[in-house]
């Protein structure tokens, strides 16, 4: 027997496996498909203050071995989650969510996290520093060391849920935008978002994204996540969530070995959505084959 | 519901200018209507390739597909016994409206294939659609004679006039009289025009790109006057009223 649990933050999973925001909706498309409690635990869509539709259509451009999107943070406001769909996700999900939070201002990640801070449902709040679909927000805060610190601090103040900053890999030095969350009080730090990515449709000679520009993810951008994982992980002494083009069990446990202590899974699920039960499934082969018996073991190893 | 598995491509041959039909053999049991489509995993391509039902039965898929990129290419090489990995069953489809005796069923080019499906199963319910498909020219044309073997009338326009009535499909619907509902897959100009240019109300089945298919990412949303919608899992069929043009 080999021992998959890890704990963030004092917060026991049962496995390291975790769709991450986006990738994953409120889970209940997922639940169709199958039980989703064997998950570690999963990221709910990225959420604002209010309803957001989003960026216009086409969102969603194709790579070798990944994808572009640009949907733009479309949700239906913190009220609506609240309200429906933590409600509904109780009905199919008997363990506690990590709530991904974004925003366009101090204010409105500060309104979002102390509404969220009151459910019980929540186990992590997951600050989205770094969505690149989103202009004048999002990213914007992602890539500047004062923002990140300010909204860390001006959120932790009002929540006494673990607050985990999410980073965009669209900066210079993600070392030091990771020690600004650590210094704002960050429990932890989730990273990579997706890469700024762009296609050009040959046909058309425009870019194929109504919005031009989009978050490249899935399989091709792994080891430039995997690289930053590594050089953040050992520059904090809070824990890290690794994500980034995650595809198999093997992935999970080189990103481990990076530093991560959990696994974000998110292109992956959209491609197959079995993902996350297959990898749950096949990791305790891949450990057996590599000689790990508890996943603690290696995290960091490399 | 829908469901992942395996299929087994059974027949694969061209039918018209980049046109190509395939019949999958497998579990058909997630297909509920037609106007669905399934996610073709194509080995080398990184996301699925949605294509439109055009036909089913206990056993096979028929579906037709143009061949418009590197993924659909590698699609119209595959050889009988190749195996897929499919989801099916996805989307909303098509619903018999209920209290039509009349009923218009249009396609226009790779947007007739699920208008098949749409005629064959009001024939089924003992209706006599009146079929209109729309192409740009005579090598494009497809599946007149099927659609005439369920019994129906059929017209056939081309852009150029190089086949049938030239022209567009609603160069036919304006001649034509009686008709009480239409059912309607095609490019975006033409399903704008068969809305405007008809008084009767309608179903329009639409195309975006999409991500997974199956509601996960919300990559092919868009706004309707009764709220947002998923084209993969609300849609691609949206009513004539509700739509935002």
């Known amino acids: 027997m080999v021992n998959t649990k890890v704990t963030l933050s004092g917060w026991e999973l049962d496995n390291p496996v975790i769709p991450a925001s986006g990738t994953f909706n409120f889970g209940k498309e997922f639940a169709d498909f199958y039980d989703i409690n064997m998950l570690g635990t999963f990221s709910f869509k990225g959420t604002t203050r209010e309803p957001r539709f989003g960026n216009p259509t086409p969102r969603i451009a194709e790579t070798p071995m990944g994808m572009i999107n640009s949907v733009g943070l479309q949700n239906p406001g913190i009220h609506a989650v609240i309200e429906h769909e933590l409600p509904e996700l109780k009905k199919i999900f008997n363990k506690k969510v990590i709530a991904n939070i974004s925003g366009y201002s101090v204010e409105e990640y500060v309104y979002c996290c102390q509404l969220i801070d009151k459910e019980e449902q929540v186990g992590i709040i997951e600050v989205n520093v770094s969505c690149p679909n989103v202009h004048g927000g999002g990213m914007a805060f992602g890539t500047d060391p004062k923002n990140v610190y300010e909204v860390t601090k001006a959120v932790k103040a009002v929540t006494t849920k673990p607050v985990y900053v999410k980073l965009s890999p669209n900066v210079t030095d993600i070392v030091e935008i990771a020690k600004a969350a650590e210094a704002g009080g960050a429990d932890g730090i989730s990273l990579i978002n997706t890469l700024l990515g762009m296609r050009i449709d040959l046909k058309t000679k425009k870019p194929v994204i109504a919005n031009k520009m989009g978050g490249f993810s899935g399989p091709a951008i792994f080891p430039v996540a995997l690289r930053m994982v590594y050089q953040v992980a050992h520059a904090v002494n809070i824990p890290v969530i690794g994500m980034g083009g995650v595809s198999s069990a093997e992935d999970v446990i080189e990103m481990m070995m990076a530093g991560a202590t959990a696994v974000q899974v998110g292109a992956a699920n959209l491609v197959n959505p079995y993902a996350c039960k297959e990898i749950i499934e096949d990791l305790p082969r891949v450990m057996e084959k590599y000689g790990i018996k508890d996943l603690n073991d290696i995290i960091g190893i490399a | ?245």
């Open chain 2, 1 to 245: 519901m829908y469901k992942r598995d395996m299929y087994t491509v059974l027949e694969n041959k061209k039918i018209a200018k980049d046109v190509f039909l395939m019949v999958l053999e497998g579990d058909t049991k997630y297909i509920t209507a037609p106007g669905q489509f399934i996610n073709i995993l194509v080995e080398g391509f990184y996301l699925r390739r949605p294509i439109s039902i055009c036909d089913w039965d206990d056993k096979t898929i028929t579906i037709i597909y143009k061949v418009v990129g590197k993924g659909t290419e590698a699609m119209a090489e595959m050889l009988p016994g190749k195996k897929l990995d499919i989801l099916t069953g996805l989307g909303n489809g098509f619903t018999a409206q209920p209290g039509s005796e009349k009923p218009l069923v249009i396609g226009g080019g790779v947007g007739a294939p699920p208008m098949y499906g749409v005629a064959k199963h009001l024939v089924e319910k003992g209706l006599k659609p009146t079929v209109i498909l729309g192409f740009t020219s005579k090598d494009d044309v497809f599946y007149e004679e099927e659609f005439k073997a369920l019994g129906c009338e059929v017209y056939v326009t081309t852009n150029d006039g190089s086949y049938g009535t030239k022209g567009f499909v609603t160069d036919v619907i304006k001649n034509l009289e009686g008709y009480d509902y239409f059912y309607t897959c095609g490019p975006l100009p033409m399903l704008k025009a068969v809305a405007m240019g008809t008084e009767c109300s309608g179903q329009l089945s639409f195309e975006e790109r999409m991500g997974c298919g199956f509601g996960g990412c919300m990559g092919c949303s868009c706004k309707t006057l009764t709220g947002n919608k998923r084209i993969c899992t609300e849609g691609p069929v949206l009513l004539k009223e509700e739509i935002i043009w």
